[in-house]
């Protein structure tokens, strides 16, 4: 049997730019439904799942934003990140320094919509048996973090922001044990393995490997990744949603 496993929503990013307001990017909505509900409803098969949801602290008192995670997914836990943490990494970090060190962690990003059925994804590395996972896209552009794989197809480096291959990952991460996570990303900080200043959760796999670890990679059509990292990305996004409606 597995051990519990917690779903950490990285939502501390930048906002949608939209007016007014400048909602936070994870309300963008599209069909009526808002990246939030996308993210639970892709995990929604996987039992006994604990979620915990990252938020800039000023914006889950301007948003309202306990009263949304209580109406998606009752009994989840916020984590408030201030602003100007040095990234993503570091705010998985604080969220995941309070959780069960024996307990599964699943990381997901809010600014990017995956089309998968998280329970399938966790299933597949635990059969596996990995150490840790991630889901891996085509793409050379330099916006994104990458693994390098070896001949059986698991990752024997990560890179953020560097194109060492063609596996971009599509802001999704599992590991079997959130101790190994956090003690990743604190060999991570000590070392400064930053870029531009700030810490990101995919290279913590290469402390990882260092320790030996097995961590798997699982491609995915480009056609189920959307990132939403850009104004263009979101805006074409959009448009691809406005299309939809009219055909």
């Not at 040095?86 to 307990?103: E, F, I, K, W, Y």
């Not at 994804?121 to 990995?130: E, I, K, T, Y």
């Not at 560097?162 to 590991?175: E, K, L, Y």
Request: charged share 20%; glycine share 6%; hydrophobic share 45%.
């Amino acid at each position: 049997m597995s051990n519990p496993i917690n779903i950490l929503v990285l939502a501390a990013g930048p906002t949608s730019g939209e007016a007014p307001g400048d909602y936070p990017l994870c309300l963008t909505e599209s069909g009526g439904v808002s990246l939030l509900e996308r993210i639970v409803d892709n995990c929604a098969g996987i039992p006994d799942a604990k979620f915990t949801f990252a938020f800039l602290e000023t914006e889950v008192r301007k948003y309202h934003l306990d009263n949304i995670v209580e109406l998606l997914t009752p009994h989840a836990r916020i984590v408030s990140v201030l602003r100007g943490t040095q990234g993503s990494g570091c705010s998985a970090l604080l969220a995941a320094s309070t959780m069960p060190a024996g307990d599964e962690l699943l990381i997901v990003s809010a600014n990017e919509i995956v089309d998968m059925d998280m329970a399938a994804v966790v299933r597949d590395f635990r059969a596996r048996s990995l150490d840790a996972g991630t889901l891996t896209f085509s793409s050379i552009h330099p916006r994104y973090s990458y693994v390098r794989l070896d001949a059986d197809g698991e990752v024997i480096e990560a890179a953020q922001q560097n194109p060492i291959s063609r596996n971009a990952t599509a802001g999704v991460f599992w590991f079997r044990a959130v101790g190994g996570f956090v003690d990743a990303v604190k060999s991570m900080i000590r070392k400064d393995a930053s870029v531009n200043n700030a810490f990101y959760p995919a290279p913590a796999f290469n402390e990882m490997l260092l320790k030996h670890a097995r961590i798997g990679a699982t491609p995915i059509e480009p056609s189920r990744y959307q990132p939403l990292k850009t104004e263009q990305q979101l805006a074409a996004f959009e448009q691809m949603q406005l299309m939809g409606r009219a055909a």
